[in-house]
C-alpha cells in the first residue's frame, strides 16, 4: 500500500503543469522495500517451532521467529533442559548445557557450553546473563567447566567465565566471575563487583568491588531474605511456563534423567569439592 501511495504521488505530481516530473532513485526504492518488507507481518498458526516453543491451537497467531533457542553442535554437545524448567523466548542455550528442575533462564540470557554447564536445581538467571564454559584447561585442577548449585540467584547482566558457584549464593547484578573464580556456599557477590580470576569467596562471606575484597559476614536474616527471593523466581518461572510450555522429546527426558542420577555435569572441578554434591 506504501508503494502503491508513493507511485501514484509520482503520477499526479508529473502531470501538474506546475512541477517538473520527479522519478525515483535506486536509494529512494530500495528505502520503500525495506519499510514494505519491515510492516509485512508473517504469522503462523500453532506451530512447534525451532525454538521448542510448542503454540497451543487455541492461542493466537504469532510472529514467526528464526530464532533458535536450543543449538547443539554434535550428539555430545546437546543441551538438557528439564521439563520444569523455564526458558525465555530470545534466550539461546547452546552445546554442553544441563539445568535442572524448576530453574529458570530469563529474557536475553546466553547460556554457552563449550565444555560441561550445570545449572541446580530452582537456580535462576536474570535477564541478560552471558555464562560460558571453556574448552581449554584453566589451570591445573580447573578444566574450564561451569558450575551453578542449587538455589542460586544470578543477576541480570552479569558475565560468568568457567567458575563455580555452591548452593544458595547470590551474585549481585552486572557482576564478572573470571575463569577460576569460585564462590561457597552461601556467600554474596555485591552488585558490579569483579571477582578476579582465581578468587574464593569463603562461605558466608560478602565480597565487594573490583576486584572484590571481603566486607563482612552474612547475617541469618540476610540469608534467609537470599533463599525468599530464589523461592519467589521459583513460583514466578511456574507462571511463565503455563504461558509459554516447552516439548520435551524422550531422548532428552532420558538423556537429564541419567545425567541427574550420575550427577556428571555438576560435578565441581578437580580438587575443588563442592559441599551440595554430598546432598
Same mark, same amino acid.
Given at each position: 500500500?506504501?508503494?502503491? *501511495? %508513493?507511485?501514484?504521488?509520482? +503520477?499526479?505530481? !508529473?502531470?501538474?503543469?506546475?512541477?517538473?516530473?520527479?522519478?525515483?532513485? /535506486?536509494?529512494?526504492?530500495?528505502?520503500?522495500? !525495506?519499510?514494505?518488507?519491515?510492516?509485512?507481518?508473517?504469522?503462523? #498458526?500453532?506451530?512447534?517451532?525451532?525454538?521448542?516453543?510448542?503454540?497451543?491451537?487455541?492461542?493466537?497467531? +504469532?510472529?514467526? !521467529?528464526?530464532?533458535?533457542?536450543?543449538?547443539? *553442535?554434535?550428539?555430545? /554437545?546437546?543441551?538438557?533442559?528439564?521439563?520444569?524448567?523455564?526458558?525465555?523466548?530470545?534466550?539461546?542455550?547452546?552445546? =554442553?548445557?544441563?539445568?535442572?528442575? =524448576?530453574? +529458570?533462564?530469563?529474557? #536475553?540470557?546466553?547460556? $554457552?557450553?563449550?565444555?560441561?554447564?550445570?545449572?541446580? +536445581?530452582?537456580?535462576?538467571?536474570?535477564?541478560?546473563?552471558?555464562?560460558?564454559?571453556?574448552?581449554?584447561?584453566? &589451570?591445573? &585442577?580447573? &578444566? #574450564?567447566?561451569?558450575?551453578?548449585?542449587?538455589?542460586?540467584?544470578?543477576?541480570?547482566?552479569?558475565?560468568?567465565? /568457567?567458575?563455580?558457584?555452591?548452593?544458595?549464593?547470590?551474585?549481585?547484578? #552486572?557482576?564478572?566471575?573470571?575463569?577460576?573464580?569460585?564462590?561457597?556456599?552461601?556467600?554474596?557477590?555485591?552488585?558490579?563487583?569483579?571477582?578476579?580470576?582465581?578468587?574464593?569467596?569463603?562461605?558466608?562471606?560478602?565480597?565487594?568491588?573490583?576486584? @572484590?575484597? *571481603?566486607?563482612?559476614?552474612?547475617?541469618?536474616?540476610? *540469608?534467609?531474605?537470599?533463599?525468599?527471593? @530464589?523461592?519467589?523466581?521459583?513460583?514466578?518461572?511456574?507462571?511463565?511456563?503455563?504461558?509459554?510450555? $516447552?516439548?520435551?522429546? %524422550?531422548?532428552?527426558?532420558?538423556?537429564?534423567?541419567? @545425567?541427574?542420577?550420575?550427577?556428571?555435569?555438576?560435578?565441581?572441578?578437580?580438587?575443588?569439592?563442592?559441599?551440595?554434591?554430598? =546432598?
Amino acid at each position: 500500500k506504501m508503494f502503491k *501511495f %508513493v507511485a501514484s504521488s509520482l +503520477s499526479v505530481s !508529473s502531470k501538474s503543469s506546475h512541477h517538473t516530473p520527479r522519478t525515483t532513485s /535506486s536509494t529512494n526504492v530500495a528505502s520503500i522495500n !525495506s519499510r514494505r518488507m519491515y510492516t509485512d507481518k508473517v504469522t503462523v #498458526g500453532h506451530p512447534v517451532k525451532e525454538t521448542a516453543l510448542h503454540t497451543p491451537p487455541s492461542a493466537p497467531q +504469532s510472529k514467526l !521467529s528464526r530464532h533458535r533457542e536450543f543449538i547443539h *553442535f554434535s550428539e555430545d /554437545s546437546i543441551p538438557t533442559v528439564h521439563e520444569t524448567a523455564f526458558v525465555a523466548p530470545g534466550a539461546t542455550i547452546s552445546g =554442553q548445557v544441563l539445568v535442572y528442575p =524448576q530453574s +529458570s533462564i530469563w529474557y #536475553g540470557c546466553i547460556l $554457552r557450553g563449550e565444555n560441561k554447564l550445570g545449572i541446580g +536445581s530452582q537456580t535462576n538467571i536474570q535477564d541478560n546473563c552471558v555464562i560460558i564454559s571453556q574448552n581449554t584447561q584453566i &589451570d591445573d &585442577d580447573h &578444566d #574450564g567447566s561451569t558450575i551453578i548449585g542449587h538455589n542460586v540467584v544470578v543477576g541480570s547482566n552479569s558475565i560468568l567465565r /568457567s567458575c563455580t558457584i555452591e548452593d544458595h549464593c547470590l551474585v549481585g547484578a #552486572g557482576s564478572i566471575l573470571e575463569e577460576g573464580s569460585y564462590m561457597e556456599m552461601g556467600s554474596i557477590l555485591g552488585a558490579g563487583s569483579t571477582l578476579c580470576r582465581g578468587q574464593r569467596i569463603p562461605s558466608n562471606e560478602l565480597w565487594m568491588g573490583t576486584p @572484590a575484597q *571481603f566486607v563482612r559476614e552474612i547475617e541469618d536474616i540476610e *540469608f534467609q531474605r537470599m533463599l525468599d527471593h @530464589a523461592h519467589r523466581y521459583v513460583d514466578l518461572r511456574q507462571v511463565y511456563l503455563e504461558n509459554f510450555p $516447552r516439548m520435551v522429546t %524422550v531422548a532428552q527426558k532420558a538423556r537429564l534423567e541419567e @545425567a541427574i542420577t550420575n550427577r556428571a555435569p555438576m560435578d565441581a572441578p578437580p580438587n575443588k569439592p563442592a559441599s551440595y554434591l554430598n =546432598q
